[in-house]
C-alpha cells in the first residue's frame, strides 16, 4: 500500500510541473489515492484489533474514525526511543532516539481529502456564472500543500508502528481471535469480537499480573414454560431470535410488546 502511495505521490509531482489546469487536477485525483492508501496502509497495522468490516470502508475520515476506537493515537505521529530497562515496568535510565514516525491526523485527512474532491468535478452553473471557477492556481497551491504533508509521511523510515500491551483470547461462539489493547477497553462496552457475524461482548472479571479472565457478557432470561432462569450472550438479544430452555427444553423467542404500565 506504501509503495502505490509513492507512486501516486510521484505521478502527482509530474503532473503538477507541466502547470497547467488539467494536469492540475490529475494530481488532485492522484493524491486523493494517495491519501487513501497511506490510510489502507496504517488500518493493515491494526486489521487485528478492529471490526473485519473494516475493510469495506474507504474513505479516510470512516477508517481512521475506527482506528482512533482501537488506538487513541493512531492519528498522531510517534517518536520513538529504545534502551535496556533494569526491570519490568521501569524506564531505562539511557533510551537512544530512532525517530519519528510522521502520520496526518484524523482532521488533515478527511479536510484534504474532501477539498481535493472538490476540484474533480465540473464547476457548477452558478460558479461559471459568478466566474467562481477554481483556478489552476487555485488548485495548484492545495496539491502543493498536500504534496508537502504527504512527502514528510512517505518519507519517513519508521512507519506503521503499533506499540501497546495487548490481550489476545479466542471467541466462544465464532473462533475468532480477539486482539486488544488495555488501554482501549470500555468498561461499559467491553471487548466485542471483531466478527461482523458475531459480535460478542466480554468483560475482564479478573486480571492478576499476567493471568487475565475474559467472560461473556450475558442476560439472564425467564423460561416462560417453566419459570426458571437461562443465560444468553447479551450480543443475542435481539428481535426475532429465540432460544432453547436448558431446564425444559422449552423454546421462546424474543418479540417487542405493549405492556400496561
Ligand atoms: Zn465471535
Ligand atoms: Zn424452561
Known amino acids: 500500500m506504501r509503495n502505490i502511495a509513492l507512486q501516486c505521490l ?5 503532473l ?4 497547467d489546469e488539467i494536469s492540475a487536477k490529475y494530481a488532485c485525483l492522484e493524491l486523493r489515492f494517495c491519501i487513501e492508501y497511506i490510510t489502507y496502509s496504517q488500518l493493515q497495522t491494526y486489521i487485528q484489533e478492529v471490526p473485519d468490516e473494516t475493510v469495506k470502508k474507504w474513505t479516510p475520515k470512516q477508517i481512521i474514525s475506527v482506528l482512533r476506537e482501537a488506538d487513541p493515537n493512531a492519528d498522531k505521529n510517534h517518536k520513538i526511543s529504545i534502551g535496556k530497562q533494569d526491570a519490568k515496568g521501569i524506564t531505562a535510565k539511557t533510551m537512544k532516539y530512532l525517530g519519528e514516525e510522521q502520520r496526518f491526523s484524523l482532521e488533515w485527512a478527511n479536510t484534504r481529502h474532501n477539498a481535493l474532491g472538490n476540484f474533480l ?4 452553473l452558478s460558479q461559471i456564472e459568478n466566474y467562481e471557477s477554481p483556478t489552476k492556481e ?4 492545495k496539491a502543493n500543500e498536500v504534496v508537502a504533508e504527504i512527502d514528510k509521511i512517505l518519507s519517513s523510515p519508521i512507519f506503521n508502528v503499533n506499540f501497546g500491551v495487548f490481550y489476545e483470547f479466542v471467541c466462544t ?3 475468532t481471535k480477539i486482539k486488544c489493547r488495555n488501554k482501549s477497553i470500555s468498561k461499559e462496552l467491553g471487548i466485542v469480537c471483531t466478527s461482523s457475524r458475531c459480535k460478542a461482548v466480554y468483560d475482564i ?3 492478576q499480573n ?13 423460561c416462560p414454560s417453566c419459570d426458571k432462569s437461562n443465560f444468553v450472550g ?5 428481535y426475532g431470535n429465540s432460544f432453547p430452555c436448558v431446564h425444559c427444553g422449552g423454546k421462546a423467542e424474543i418479540q417487542y410488546a405493549l405492556v400496561p404500565l
Open 10 to 14: 510521484q505521478r502527482a509531482k509530474d
Open 16 to 19: 503538477i510541473v507541466k502547470d
Open 121 to 124: 468535478h465540473a464547476p457548477t
Open 138 to 141: 487555485k488548485i495548484l497551491k
Open 173 to 175: 461462539f465464532c473462533n
Open 205 to 207: 472479571v479478573s486480571e
Open 210 to 222: 499476567d493471568d487475565v479472565v475474559f467472560k461473556l457478557r450475558e442476560m439472564e432470561i425467564i
Open 234 to 238: 447479551s450480543h443475542l438479544i435481539a
